[in-house]
Structures are given as structure tokens and as C-alpha cells.
């Protein structure tokens, strides 16, 4: 099973950016499909984009659309999240997770938690003045 680690996080002010990464070891990605979540506190963990591996296909929540943008890097087994004009209402942990491509996800639109097998440990993102 695949593991995997997010980093990048931190405290950033209203309007500015920060990338996130998401490694994975122990599988390649290749045949997988990445999703990032993030939970705030007292909220339910949420969708905010996902990519498939194998072919790009790509979808975002409609809060962060045209703010945030995901790549990947298949030979270095990552996934990056950059987002930009941040706001505070995007405070929270942010997870990446890993689901089996045959699972059919993130093909027609941005899947929830369901589903996603592989969690990482998350990464606190802070956008505060």
C-alpha cells in the first residue's frame, strides 16, 4: 500500500501563497488518483481537488477554482497543490490521499473522502494577518 507524506504548510498572510507536496513511497503513483482534503476545526473534512495519474484529468472545489492549481511530478512520485490568493476561511489541515485508479474517481467530478484508502498525516495551513 502506498504511503504518504504531505510538507509545506505554514503561516501565511491574507492574499499570499503557499505549494504544498504530497510524497508518496512504497508504489508508484502512476496507476493511482490524488485527492487533497482539508478539515477545519469543527467542520467535516472536505474535497478541494484531485488528479488522476494516469491521464491528468483534473478537478477543484468551487471555494478554491481559479485560486489553486495541482500538478504532478510522476517521476519523482509527488503531487503538488500551489495555491494562491489565500484566504482565511482556508485554514485548516490539509490531507492528500491515494485511491486506485480502477476506483473510477475523479474521472467526471471531484470525489469526497469515500474511497480514498491512502491518507497522509496532514499539513497545517494557517492564513491569518
Known amino acids: 500500500q502506498v504511503q504518504l507524506a504531505e510538507s509545506g504548510g505554514g503561516l501565511v498572510q491574507p492574499g499570499g501563497s503557499l505549494s504544498l507536496s504530497c510524497s508518496a513511497s512504497?508504489?508508484?503513483?502512476?496507476?493511482?488518483?490524488i485527492g487533497w482534503f482539508r478539515q477545519a476545526p469543527g467542520k467535516e473534512r472536505e474535497a478541494v481537488s484531485c488528479?488522476?495519474?494516469?491521464?491528468?484529468?483534473?478537478y477543484f472545489a468551487d471555494s478554491v477554482q481559479g485560486r489553486f492549481t495541482i500538478s504532478r511530478d510522476n517521476a519523482q512520485n509527488r503531487v503538488y497543490l500551489q495555491m494562491s490568493s489565500l484566504k482565511p476561511e482556508d485554514t485548516a489541515v490539509y490531507y492528500c490521499?491515494?485511491?486506485?485508479?480502477?476506483?473510477?474517481?475523479?474521472?467526471?467530478?471531484?470525489?469526497?473522502?469515500?474511497?480514498?484508502?491512502?491518507w497522509g498525516q496532514g499539513t497545517q495551513v494557517t492564513v491569518s494577518s
Open positions: 512504497g508504489s508508484s503513483l502512476d496507476y493511482y488518483t
Open positions: 488528479i488522476s495519474m494516469s491521464d491528468g484529468s483534473m
Open positions: 490521499s491515494a485511491a486506485s485508479a480502477v476506483a473510477g474517481l475523479c474521472v467526471f467530478s471531484l470525489p469526497g473522502p469515500e474511497g480514498f484508502g491512502s
